[in-house]
């Protein structure tokens, strides 16, 4: 039904930098992209960073100090991701509201493989 649109995953190795970003279609209205997480094999999705209503940004230890989030005026959503370490390897998913339901999107999940 709604899809968001990521893009920006790849190999990269240790210490090297990606840029995710995500956005729904323009057509679409309300909705309101908010979030990253990331899936590794075997493990949880788990929350990487958010932007809250508040406009705060909340990361993961793991993360802090070296991924930044942001959202432009668009309303697109990007991960600035530097220091890159091979833990970080996952799929990386954009989460979205619709704010009229609450109803939560996903994006389709982006690959970010960190290795030499």
């Known amino acids: 039904q709604v899809q968001l649109v990521e893009s920006g995953g790849g190999l990269v190795q240790p210490g090297g930098s990606l840029r995710l970003s995500c956005a729904a279609p323009g057509s679409m209205f309300s909705i309101y992209v908010k979030g990253w997480y990331r899936q590794a094999p075997g493990k949880q999705r788990e929350l990487v960073a958010t932007i809250t209503s508040g406009g705060r940004l909340i990361y993961a230890d793991s993360v802090k100090g070296r991924f930044t989030i942001s959202r432009d005026n668009a309303g697109t959503l990007y991960l600035q991701m530097n220091s890159l370490k091979p833990e970080d390897t996952a799929v990386y998913y954009c989460?979205?509201?619709?704010?009229?339901?609450?109803?939560?999107?996903w994006g389709q999940g982006t690959q970010v493989t960190v290795s030499s």
């Open positions: 989460n979205a509201v619709h704010s009229p339901t609450s109803d939560d999107y």
